[in-house]
């Protein structure tokens, strides 16, 4: 064979040319070599070139938490790269580098782009009227007022909100226009009218607490953010007794059978994604759970297809078939001894006689035993196997609080055999009556089934593992009811068969890997891990499907476990150093309580949601609850939960709270018991109970680190309507007459345009700041000092600044230091030191929590007595404000901090040492209210403040936390934090390189030793209770509510009938004009995270650059809509323009449009109302699950984004048609 | 022998997320400026796809790379050096810019300046090419993620060779990801297509490069790669492409697409290669034996003779130490896991491929096989939802026999590291299965799993 280039002509050419080239032709012709001497190289050379590289990362709300190098040449910021100096994690594992994602890589475009803010803006109209006021009146706090009191000019400039037409103003105009409209309105309404959003603290811890201290120090209200953005799964709370504990996801690594349900990791987990791939290589078995064909199913072994909304029944049956196999025909050693020492499925409950059969009661307590010992209503009982004892164990929340519980609080059994079932032989056996709701539009029906009852005095009880078989249908030999015959009936809750046909999974599948997975769990001790996402978690009934998984892991003893477990990631950063934080943020150096509003309440009951809803908050009930919703709407049970205290509401009364310390005062009646009676006589009012009342209307809304109004506004329409007062896509028609409320006051026009300031701070235009009256230029995440950690990696690391804030722009925390001293100045003249009445929830992890034994209602407004704060209301303290002295304690360490010492988790240190350690480094302030005290006037001081504060990074606090909790648990716990004493991070050390963080009682795993984090591992290994009633992780939950929507046991509850409840076509319809009606899912987008990023142009340039939504093939074509074609989404609440993606990845019925998705980036105009078209929320509302508000009860009281109301958005529908391809702007 | 070297690359698709972290960090190092607004070095491409720009694989109408004619020689399949002369000032070959795609941006100033009127204001799109609104049609990555695929999986040229078996409904849905920089040939056709003799292969480490001020912008480069990785700046004249990253190469940095590569899924290391068996290698009569050419180009640096014939060449002590630590050398040659992106185009690619596992086939998982089948990882290859002739199809010019045997290789590195995982008695039985040793298997097991950053680069 000859072997040759080409012919010889071109040979000859060839052999010519290469005369004229300084490189070398290789003799075949084929191809140039060239050594040395490469001029034209020097333009990549020099473009590579730079003069320093700064450690920094990005404070967007996404868990990464990812280190990046900043480059810097000339002054200019060039691009990033991810940094790779993560400490170790061992020889034989994969290492944290590199961690980043293309949005994180592409940040850098924001700094000279020309969305950026560079100037403080405000909206000319406004403007206009403030500058001629002023002028006119001399004083701004008059100016704001009378522009205020005057309805036309008000109305004036809040319509032209979000259209355009802000003007440059400066920096003291623009503060002293903010100053002047907070002090008005402590000034007139009080203080709880003012309102500050930023979510997810972990993100930039200083930039959060800068804000949110300044807030808590005039009064106002911080709204929570990790439940409105229903990343918080409610059944963490519910089971757990915990906000959310999660593994790093280096623990992936440790899994043996990995399941990813709902959770699109390589999408929403970009830098974590990897120990997905890797850990396959290990031999461990993937299986993801999705409707779609979603990214990660690209890693699987097996992809369950599972109907959108309908995981939970997948997983009632792969409980189902645990429960049969594992702990029934064969009772897995392994399992019992788990759920016997770490669950409540030993104790007992009694049954309560209704209509001839039984149904599910109280947990039975050693009160009801008759022991009238303290706090003996809140120490539940179970049987012991050995003697068949009814005794009350070690660890329930009987023991947390009580002097007689001290060393108690552990989960010791001795020689105790907690008695999983009280089935005996010949024994008495009852029907049972439980709920369920797997019909068409999810009402509920009664299930009889059966379960062995044992008699102890006069009632009649058995465990909660009898009820769970009950409930899912698994039977035992000679129990009374109707049970499924086998796997294969179809027509018996919670079988294989029942399942398959409500997911689309297949029998033989749920049935093969919930084997698989109960085996692996088995074998490998317990390293079964469920990945957990918003796919599941963002529904209205998440709870109760995240409840049926969680039981998959409690089951197979892998909670608790490295390697097992949940691992939850939704939204949840977990901000590590977290009573440093908190600190700062609270302002609890200074005044204590601070006011933490459940952001979806604020938002529901604000925007005036509410007055949209189209059912009765018993819709959602069981026929087997005692009726407490019967004839309320949502909005009643949200003001009944605020008067017995279990969840909080801001604006607290119809009056100022400053004004109420005052009357008490000079009536001589102490503040808590004057608020009481003045409750009971009906001369106060809640303000929740009459909120379209302008004088319970928030007044100042100031927004940072965040795009309240062009990502998570659920109802996006019904804030710009009612909040706001511009414009809107509001298509609703109001709640009938005979669904109104009950309790709460219902105008008849309603209000719009609530607040009198929106102000926000940003570093680049948002629909958040297009809708704000005031603008002011915030500091890129590569121009400013702070802290970042996340639950994702163990680590605490740094922004550290590339270049000084360029333009005009300044860092949050020089920003709210800027308006804090100007408020002072105002504050001087108009407001003076008050005293201010706070009201306050029953909170969780206090005594609070036990206020309601049972968990039993006893709303005070219904009975007619006179409340009492702390025990039938909410608590109620007075606070000091020192208004015009505010600067000063916000730029300086308060004395709370030594006196009262810091408290998490119901565990106070005292940082004294710390406080001194502090004023050496820091220096004191000189004079003011803050004289002495440690200064707290840069932000890096403000971080290493953080640190010094919290026990995962001041090795100190953490073993003098342990030894706190040693006191109280009887345990040795110090060894977690041991030989760390001496152990302190500072900001230094973070921006030097990542620095991993200290094993602390602030959370529930151990990285002792160099371990992965895992959560509950403190509570297994070392016998630490759970933060729940019982101690123990909950299948069970007895309150109230819960009992009222039929939610006591894990339960299948399909995705909210909205067809039903508010009129929408069923999924499916197809109508000729408006197009077919699909399931609306917003789920996380791969090309921005939230807003962030989807409007820069690298983001837009890889993905279809701009709004979208993927439809399947089989869709599409009953609507005539080809790729890329313009289409309308036209549902209740609003309408949105976006281009199709079809694809046959989607499933048939649902579109995706990723959140988040803005009007700001090539939005057209609305072909159905001729106005721009919305965001991916123009097509959502809220909707209040009641049970949410439940509190008052053990691990059911509220804490600030623990436990609240979420703001679900994924039971929406909408019609999809395509419109006109000709596009206005 | 004339022993030279040659960095190369591995990208491990088992563990490509589809990211385009890569794609980012490149353009904003490289690319981000006029005149190259459209163009990626390193882009991403969802597959089955048509790639960017689209249908570049199409040969037929793109005319890239070599072919071998009936004499057995080797020639530009666009035609020898003589007809390109001819054709230079109208290359009917030249991929158009909507064939990239038309690059983009948005009136963001209007966002900020926008007087008060009725309604938000938006930024519509704008062209970077003429500055005139636009409606956004196509990108770098239009179709990711299977997006659109009822119009466009039909320009996939890979996937029309295997379109019979292949339905698009969600129950056969399959996909993944195929990153690509240039592969920076053996027999690079770009630069035999030059007409300036602009274009080099740097002789140290084998780096294709474009001497800017030589290139006069006839833009042969352009069509005559087969992979269309060399592109045209419109500003400058000049034709640019993927360096990789000497500049940080030449001071011991791993490129950059490798180092912000989050799936950790990049390898790079040092090859030797006998420069003078290329031309016969890429003249190898059938196309599924040019990856067993390209394999035996490769020569083992721990042979003697070929260390001794190295150092002739001037190939230094370190740069031999270099060759036998690399990883790609490793996962190319010794494993043999990692295959060549479309050998048929006869250039000799030098950024090797390991293929995707993918999930089991619905009907497979519908059924009720035994529980226990958890350890047995391998079971299913031929079950697998990406059909291997797709895979063989990119890989190895339509031979599923290698494609084949490194699945089962992956696979049956699962399933041994198992026992490993669950402390049980590991099986020899299952690395000899795949012709490997337990030393061996366990030695890739770290360098695909484990992968740390010293490993990698």
Known sequence: MSTGIDGPVADLLLRSGRFFTRGEVSPDLRTISKTGGREGDVFYRDRWSHDKVVRSTHGVNCTG???????????????????????????????????????????????????????????????????????RLGDPVLAWAEIQDDPERRRRYQRARGKGGLIRVTWDEATEMVAAAHVHTIKRYGPDRVAGFSPIPAMSMVSHAAGSRFVELMGGAMTSFYDWYADLPVASPQVFGDQTDVPESGDWWDASYLMLWGSNVPVTRTPDAHWMAEVRYRGTKVVTVSPDYADNTKFADEWMPCAAGTDGALGMAMGHVILREFLVEKRTPFFVDYVQRYTDLPFLIALEERDGAYVPGKNLTAADLGDESEASAFKPVLVDGRTGEVLAPNGSLGFRYTDSGIGKWNLELGDVVPQLTVLAESGESVPVLLTRFDTPDGHAEVLTRGVPVRRIGDRLCCTVFDLMLAQYGVHRPGLPGTWPAGYEDAAEPYTPAWQEAITGVSAAQAIRVAREFAHNAEESGGRSMIIMGAGICQWFHGDATYRAILALLILTGSMGRNGGGWAHYVGQEKCRPITGWATMAMASDWVRPPRQMIGTGYWYAHTDQWRYDGYRADALASPLGRGRFAGMHTMDVLAASTAMGWMPFFPQFDRSSLELADEADAAGVPVPQYVAQQLASGALKLAVTDPDNPVNWPRVLTIWRANLLGSSSKGNEYFLKHLLGTSSNVRADPTPADLRPRDVTWVDETPEGKLDLVLSLDFRMTSTTLLSDVVLPAATWYEKADLSSTDMHPYVHAFSPAIDPPWETR?????????????????????????????????????????????????????????????????????????????????????????LGVTTKAITVYPDQEVAELAGRHGVMGHGAGAGRPALDTAVKMADTILALAGTSNGRLAVEGFKALERRTGRRLVHLAEGSEEKRISYADTVARPVPVITSPEWSGSETGGRRYAPFTVNVEELKP???????????????????????????RPPLDVAGLFGEPRIGTVDKGLGLCVRYLTPHSKWSIHSEYQDNLFMLSLSRGGPTMWISGIDAAKIGVADNDWVEAVNRNGVMVLRAIVSHRMPEGVVFVHHAQERTIDMPLAEISGTRGGIHNSLTRLLVKPTHLAGGYAQMSFAFNYLGPTGNQRDEVTMVRRRSQEVQY | MRVMAQLAMVMNLDKCIGCHTCSVTCKQAWTNRSGVEYVWFNNVETRPGQGYPRTYENQ?????????????????????????????????????????????????????????????????????????????????????????????????????????????????????????????????????????????????????????????????????????????????????????????????????????????????????????????????????????????????????????????NGITDEWLEAARRSPVYALIKQYKVALPLHPEYRTMPMVWYVPPLSPVVDAISREAHDGENVDNLFGAISALRIPIEYLA?????????????????????????RDHNLEREPDPSIPASVGMSEESMYEMYRLLAIAKYEQRY
């Not at chain 2, 069509?223 to 500003?235: A, D, E, L, Q, T």
């Not at chain 2, 990119?394 to 992956?410: I, K, Q, W, Y």
């Open chain 1, 65 to 135: 938490s990812c280190s990046w190098k900043v480059y810097v040449k000339d002054g200019i910021i060039t691009w990033e790269t991810q940094e790779t100096d993560y400490p170790s994690v061992g020889p034989d594992r994969p290492e944290y580098e590199p961690r980043g994602c293309p949005r994180g890589a592409a940040f850098s475009w924001y700094t000279y782009s020309p969305t950026r803010v560079r100037y403080p803006y405000a909206r000319g109209v406004l403007v206009e009227m403030y500058r001629e006021a002023r002028t």
């Open chain 1, 811 to 899: 860092s949050d925390f020089d920003t709210f230091h800027t308006i804090a001293r100007v408020f002072g100045r105002l504050a001087a003249t108009h407001l003076g030191v008050r005293r201010d009445v706070v009201m306050v929830p029953l909170q969780h992890d206090t005594p609070g929590e036990t206020a309601y034994p049972h968990g039993t209602e006893r709303d005070w407004r219904a009975t007619g007595e006179v409340p009492v704060p702390g025990k039938t209301m909410g608590q109620i303290a007075v606070v000091t404000r020192d208004y015009p002295a505010l600067a000063e304690q916000w730029e300086s360490l308060g004395p709370l901090v030594e006196t």
């Open chain 1, 1026 to 1052: 759970w933060h729940t009633l019982t101690g123990r992780m909950h299948f069970y939950v007895d309150h109230d509510w819960m009992e009222e929507l039929g939610e006591q046991l894990p339960v299948f």
């Open chain 2, 60 to 312: 037929d109408r793109w005319e890239g790379g070599w072919v071998r004619d009936s004499r057995g020689r080797l020639r530009l399949r666009a035609g020898g050096r003589f007809k390109k002369l001819l054709n230079i000032f109208s290359n009917p070959k030249m991929p158009s810019i909507e064939d990239y795609y038309e690059p983009w941006t948005y009136d963001y100033e209007n966002l900020t300046t926008a007087p008060l009127g009725e309604h938000m204001p938006t930024a519509p799109p704008r062209s970077l090419l003429s500055g005139e609104p636009m409606k956004v049609t196509w990108s770098a990555n239009w179709d990711d993620n299977l997006g659109g695929s009822p119009e466009i999986l039909a320009g996939d040229p890979v996937l029309a060779q295997v379109s019979d078996k292949i339905k698009l409904e969600l129950e056969q849905a399959f996909m993944f990801y195929l990153p690509r920089i240039c592969e920076h040939c053996l027999n690079p056709s770009c630069v035999a297509s030059c007409p300036s003799g602009a274009m080099y292969k740097r002789a140290e480490d084998g780096i294709v490069l474009v001497d800017q001020d030589k290139c006069r912008g006839w833009r042969m480069c352009v069509s005559g790669c087969p992979y269309k990785k060399v592109y045209f700046n419109h500003r400058t004249g000049k034709a640019e492409k993927c360096t990789f990253c000497y500049p940080r190469i030449e001071v011991g940095l791993p490129t950059v697409c490798s180092e912000t590569c989050v799936g950790r899924l990049r390898y790079l290391g040092l090859l030797l290669y006998d420069a003078d068996k290329v031309l016969a290698a890429a003249s190898t009569e059938r196309e599924q034996d040019l990856y067993e050419a390209q394999l035996d180009l490769l020569l083992d640096p721990f042979d003697p003779a070929v260390a001794a014939a190295a150092k002739e």
């Open chain 2, 393 to 417: 199809g990119l890989f190895t010019a339509g031979d599923t026999e290698p494609v084949d045997r490194v699945l089962r290789t992956l696979a049956a590195m699962r399933a041994y590291m």
